[in-house]
């Protein structure tokens, strides 16, 4: 996988689980695969992805069951989307309005065919 600076990698990694939800590749009450695993295919640090199960954790979107492992929360996907859903209207939205105002595109020009 390979990393951006902007983000911490134990969030990149939480992004790419996520998107093994989203895309059912993970689905509600899979076992996770383990912290060794996670971190070899990634080539980090397992402390790293020990974080990015801790956040996973703490937005609910897996639970852990002692001496078991991780699985996958029964409403992940919609927690998920709730998420990105709020971080694309708080962060990146008003960066795309900036923009189209920079440019002069128009709510109007997204709608037709030849501006793409």
Do not use: C, W
Request: proline share 4%.
């Amino acid at each position: 996988m390979d990393f951006r600076k902007q983000k911490p990698i134990y969030l990149q990694i939480a992004d790419h689980l996520s998107e093994q939800v989203l895309q059912g590749v993970l689905t509600p009450d899979d076992r996770m695969p383990s912290v060794r695993d996670v971190a070899a295919s990634m080539g980090v640090n397992p402390n790293t992805v020990v974080r990015t199960f801790d956040y996973l954790q703490q937005e609910e979107i897996i639970y852990q069951r002692r001496g078991v492992g991780y699985f996958v929360s029964a409403d992940a996907r919609e927690r998920i989307l709730a998420h990105q859903r709020r971080e694309f209207l708080d962060e990146e939205l008003p960066y795309i309005r900036q923009r189209m105002k920079t440019l002069g595109i128009s709510i109007e020009d997204l709608m037709l065919d030849d501006i793409v």
